[in-house]
């Protein structure tokens, strides 16, 4: 049997105290699990979701707990919620666009990894993005 189990904290931006699952055996059942539930399901099949990202995975590490998200949570949660497309925001000031543009592949190639069909970009000044009304 297998179900959800907390890895690590998820963009606090979303739900604060959230957790970041993956999917492994007989965990227990804990109240960060059912946040993280929530927070899946609140985003589950989302367009667009725009969301901190401030650092990537080595700079997180010694990071947690400053308010900001690790890029890799961010990439992890919307794919797991089936999101369309994410846009990394709320870049540290200290990275460049290279540095940016790396974790947006970095972001890339874990979706292609899941075979999940993720698109991953940065938000950047001035960007728009044009959202359509659905139909029922």
Not at 46 to 57: C, G, K, R
Request: hydrophobic share 40%; proline share 4%; charged share 25%.
């Amino acid at each position: 049997m297998t179900s959800l189990h907390r890895v690590a904290p998820s963009p606090a931006s979303l739900v604060s105290n959230a957790l970041a699952v993956r999917r492994v055996r007989k965990p227990p059942l804990t109240a960060e699990t059912l946040r993280a539930w929530k927070v899946v399901d609140f985003l589950q099949n989302a367009d667009v979701v725009i969301a901190d990202s401030q650092y990537d995975a080595i700079e997180y590490a010694s990071r947690r707990g400053w308010g900001h998200t690790c890029a890799d949570d961010t990439v992890q949660l919307a794919a797991r919620a089936g999101v369309q497309q994410l846009f990394l925001f709320h870049h540290d000031p200290d990275h460049d666009d290279d540095k940016i543009a790396e974790m947006v592949a970095h972001g890339q190639k874990e979706v292609a990894r899941t075979g999940s069909t993720l698109r991953v970009g940065a938000a950047s000044e001035g960007a728009e993005i044009k959202l359509t009304r659905a139909t029922c």
